[in-house]
């Protein structure tokens, strides 16, 4: 089981990001902005961070660029969210530190598919 925290401002993806991940086992804290984000990496202390790019209060980049350069969140494996008009900021959110990317809408499998992928061996979801 991992700690996932998923952040985006629309309720309705969150709630399906717990769905998913919740229901393969992984423990999910959502946020829905990049400043309520940092403070949950920083106490939580998060296994992988789903991140999106637009958000209120700090954007998703924005909270990238700090995660990445607070010694202590700095190594969190962290995946962005984003949809088809967000593409210009997906190259942005690489150079800041990014590991994966995960398109909207997104299937459940690659969600979980993802998050594996940057858990350390033998934490992950196993496909039945």
Known sequence: MARVL?????RNICRLLETILEG????VICQPDG???LIAAHEKKPDVVLLD????IMDGLTALRLL????ATCDIPIIIITG???????RSGYDLGADLLLGKPFDPEDVLECVDRLLPAG???EPP
């Open 24 to 27: 393969a086992g992984h423990e």
């Open 84 to 90: 088809k008009d967000e593409a210009a900021n997906v």
């Open 6 to 10: 998923a952040a985006d401002d629309d």
């Open 123 to 125: 934490e992950g979801w």
């Open 68 to 71: 990445k350069s607070h010694a």
């Open 35 to 37: 400043a309520r984000t």
């Open 53 to 56: 790019l637009v958000m209120p």
